[in-house]
């Protein structure tokens, strides 16, 4: 008659502890995974690429939509027609999931595109270092434009963004600085937008600069003097006048 021996009875009791264990940990492994998974973004272990400069925008899909639909209503009601919601998609198609050091003008040229707004003549306002006055000046007389009121300018000053090869796509630790590489995306949307503002000037044209520069007002490689000077229509622009500003108490170059 077989009799459970003491020893298979220890067995089984072994058997049942390692099973209560195995539980145990899966249980305490799913309750530091649920806890910790949602932190993970930001943890040294997070894959994201590390930059030097500032990292996208936090809320930058609202920021994004809510100037553009503040733009088309309010600002500028000429463009009521625009739709923000395919210019916000254009947008975020440009960067998202993408190397940040590898932006090409393909990748903008269709929210470019879509956001291209006319210029009246005689209204260009360039501007380099001077970037507060300027726009403290154009916000009080209406009879000049920046790119800034435009809406390209409009939508995306002041922000920050870059994508990322893996999830979620974008970066928001850090971005791409200039000197990191030139390719990034907010210096190819710069690029693009300061071009096409560039292109559609006609009349006589403006430009603040900075007449307090060490070096001299003209910046050579500033996106005016690389990308706005040269991009200007010479059969359309008859004149460009020249807001040399002084600082009240700086040096007078
Ligand atoms: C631009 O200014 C010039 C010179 O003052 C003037 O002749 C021309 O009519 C202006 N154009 C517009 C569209 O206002
Ligand atoms: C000119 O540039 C200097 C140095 O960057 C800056 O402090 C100053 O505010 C600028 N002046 C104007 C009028 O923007
Ligand atoms: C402008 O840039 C060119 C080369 O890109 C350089 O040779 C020249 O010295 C620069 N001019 C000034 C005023 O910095």
Known sequence: MPFPSSSSRTQRHKLILAGTMVVLVVLVSAVLLAVFIPGRKGTPGSEVLQWKGQGTTKQLQEIVLGRCHNYIAIVNPELRDKDCLKIWELFQNAFMYKHPCRATEEDFQPLM?????????????????????????????????????????????????????????????????????????????????????????????????????????????????????????????????????????????
Not at 186 to 205: D, H, L, N, P, Q
């Open 113 to 253: 595109d879509l956001a291209r707004q006319s210029i009246p003549c005689n209204k260009s306002l360039f501007w380099s270092k001077t970037k507060d006055l300027v726009h403290r000046y154009t916000k009080t007389n209406r009879d000049f434009l920046t790119l800034e009121d435009t809406l390209l300018g409009y939508m995306a000053d002041g922000l920050s963004w870059c994508g990322d090869p893996s999830s979620p796509g974008v970066n928001y630790e850090s971005c791409p600085e200039w000197t990191e590489c030139e390719n990034n995306p907010s210096s190819m949307y710069w690029k693009m937008s300061s071009k096409m503002f560039a292109e559609a000037a006609c009349g006589i044209t403006q430009v603040m600069l900075n007449g307090s520069i060490e070096a001299g007002a003209f910046i050579n490689n500033s996106i005016f003097g690389s990308v706005e000077v040269v991009n200007l229509n010479p059969n359309k622009v008859s004149k460009m006048q020249i807001w040399l500003m002084q600082d009240i108490d700086g040096p007078q170059k």
